[in-house]
């Protein structure tokens, strides 16, 4: 096994190899040192938007140059290479939004790759490929990655015990059985820089004797954590859990001065996340949105599908999802007993009620935006869904454009976008495992749930690299006490 000093170097160099890396241990890092050092463009794919936009700033901090790399994820790769050659891929679906469709699209990647006919297109414009996050590939992205490496030297980077994505009728890929096989166990990151750069390591040993305990199939003991991390108990009633965890998010902003904070909460609920979001909205706290984000979308239609009336109800109601302030059922009885010629709510909404006038008569884009920017700048509005905001204020700009037929397939062209550019996350964020993966904080609250698994456990507990807090309902929990993995849909695979 090469030392963490020759990794980048090994990496760079190697025909087909793997390297294991604990989480901490300078994966992007090396990653970023070994493009450096490539003398031709490299490929580098990874899983997750956030993966994309934590691979794009370190190389934008070490002033890579970025005709020197190509960033992009599998699935991105795959849908926008073989749409390029619809024919020799035979791709079925541009524009995928079932895990069908999008297994459709690594059939048609690797279908393009076996027909040889875009060889020398892809030997012209890379030396070489690295893919990052490779424990979280399934089988069908396996094959296309081994595919690639038939023309590409190419090193994949990974860490078996981060494998938290589990799909429905899919197989992950196997280490032993797909991966060692397939690309050579080159070397081993070992070293904790996240938290011996921070200078913290008390909390790089506490990490890796959880690391070596799950690894041998024991359970986790809080109990014997270091003093940077503290442990909050969470009572048998469910219905108490939000105003202890909501406390602890305010006792945090005391340590403001220790920089960011992210809220890894409940994996399974998109609501609830949202719900602990909005408690905090007016302190700045802001949910992380998977990038399939169901309620942007399921808002999209409802506004396509409605006209007058109902179709401002349908953009109020997304808005009430969003922001803080936006007294929905007050100002649509208003509207309504304004659509009848009295004056309810005159004092209260009379400035917004021209612009809630222009979405009944016309329901045009432009007239959509400056509602929602009006509702945005009101008193008291808080936006606790940025993200959503923002998304849909670009898809409605898009539509405006008149590049797009429908709202919900501008908002399909804008998360896509998203994909590559990368995006920028609060001070104080909430999230889920799936969310957060792949990305450090400087501190971290973990709120414990029934269905985390181990491998969860310690994704979440290797986010901070300065102060945790753990709440949960005992300090320690054994193997069996955990939930298998659930199935998640490809939006949060993509988030």
Request: with cysteine.
């Amino acid at each position: 096994m090469a030392d963490d000093e020759d990794i980048a170097r090994l990496a760079a160099g190697v025909r087909r190899g793997s390297i294991v890396a604990a989480a901490g241990c300078g994966k992007t890092e090396q990653i970023a040192r070994a493009v450096a050092i490539c003398e031709k463009r490299r490929l580098i794919l990874t899983h997750t938007h956030a993966g994309v936009d934590a691979l794009t700033r370190r190389l934008k901090k070490h002033r890579i140059s970025s005709d020197k790399y190509r960033i992009d994820t599998i699935a991105g790769w795959c849908l926008r290479f073989a749409a390029s050659f619809p024919q020799r891929s035979g791709i079925l679906a541009t524009v995928p939004t079932t895990i069908a469709e999008w297994d459709a699209v690594y059939l048609a990647g690797a279908r393009l790759l076996d027909s040889g006919a875009v060889d020398g297109v892809l030997i012209a414009s890379y030396g070489g490929c690295f893919v990052d996050e490779y424990q979280d590939c399934t089988r069908s992205q396996h094959q296309v990655v081994s595919r690639l490496a038939n023309l590409l030297p190419t090193c994949v980077f990974g860490d078996p015990l981060q494998a938290i994505f589990d799909f429905r009728n899919q197989q992950p890929v196997d280490w032993d059985a797909d991966v060692f096989p397939t690309f050579v166990r080159s070397a081993e990151l070992l070293t904790p820089w996240r938290w011996k750069n921070a200078d913290n390591g008390k909390l790089a040993e506490w990490l890796g004797d959880i690391r070596t305990a799950l690894q041998q199939n024991n359970g986790i003991d809080l109990s014997s954590r270091p003093k940077c991390v503290t442990w909050t108990a969470l009572p048998a009633d469910p219905t108490r859990h939000q105003a202890i965890i909501v406390g602890q998010c305010l006792d945090a902003m005391s340590e403001n001065d220790l920089g960011n904070l992210i809220v890894i909460a409940d994996s399974t609920s998109e609501n609830r996340r949202s719900s602990l979001a909005q408690k905090l909205a007016k302190q700045g706290f802001a949910n992380i949105e998977a990038i399939g984000c169901k309620t942007l979308h399921s808002a999209a239609t409802s506004i396509d599908n409605s006209n007058g009336q109902a179709r401002l109800k349908a953009l109020l109601g997304f808005v009430s999802k969003y922001t803080t302030g936006a007294d929905r059922a007050e100002l649509e009885k208003a509207i309504d007993a304004r659509q009848k010629g009295r004056r309810l709510g005159q004092a209260k909404f009379g400035s917004l009620f021209p612009l809630a006038d222009a979405v009944i008569s016309n329901g045009g884009e432009l007239a959509m935006l400056a509602f929602l920017q009006a509702m945005h700048d009101r008193p008291g509005s808080y936006l606790y869904r940025r993200e959503m905001f923002f998304a849909m204020q670009s898809a409605l700009q898009t539509k405006a454009a008149g590049r797009l037929p429908t709202l919900s397939a501008s908002v399909w062209e804008v998360q896509n976008r998203i994909r590559h550019a990368g995006r920028r996350l609060a001070n104080r964020s909430i999230g889920s495992t799936l969310l957060v993966k792949g990305l450090e904080f400087d501190r971290a609250i973990v709120v414990a749930a029934e269905t985390m698994t181990p491998k969860d456990w310690y994704v979440a507990l290797t986010r901070a690299t300065t102060r945790l807090r753990v709440i949960s309902t005992s300090e320690r929990f054994s193997q069996t006490d955990t939930q298998p993995s659930r199935a998640v849909g490809h939006e949060d695979r993509e988030a």
